[in-house]
């Protein structure tokens, strides 16, 4: 089993950058394909962007494409979301997760364990 834990989160005004951190315990990264997701108040969590395994392959949901870039240091058994160019509508809960799936999935239900989430607000 692994621990996930972000950071990173905050304030900050619309055309800014913030990365997040998720660093893991119990188990390495290495062997799960990892994602963020994001859930704003009174809507439910959405997609964000994905990493293989081996980290060559990523993916992205199409609003942060271009945008946000997401990233795995393997020695420090962590991953990283890149979110710059930030807008008012990137305000969300942001949560990693890790999933046993061999290949990356943009599907909720495919992570098996989950972050505590962390804040992003994105003034005007």
């Known amino acids: 089993q692994v621990q996930l834990v972000e950071s990173g989160g905050g304030l900050v005004q619309a055309g800014g950058s913030l990365r997040l951190s998720c660093a893991a315990s119990g188990r390495t990264l290495s062997s799960y394909t990892m994602g963020w997701f994001r859930q704003a108040p009174g809507k439910e969590r959405e997609f964000v962007a994905t990493?293989?395994?081996?980290?060559?392959?990523?993916d992205y949901a199409d609003s942060v494409k271009g945008r946000f870039t997401i990233s795995r240091e393997y020695a420090k058994n962590t991953v990283y979301l890149q979110m710059n160019n930030l807008k008012p509508e990137d305000t969300a809960v942001y949560y990693c997760?890790?999933?046993?799936?061999?290949?990356?999935?943009?599907?909720?239900?495919?992570?098996?364990?989950w972050g505590q989430g962390t804040q992003v607000t994105v003034s005007s």
């Open positions: 997760a890790a999933s046993t799936k061999v290949v990356v999935t943009r599907q909720y239900a495919e992570y098996n364990y």
């Open positions: 990493i293989s395994r081996n980290g060559v392959i990523t």
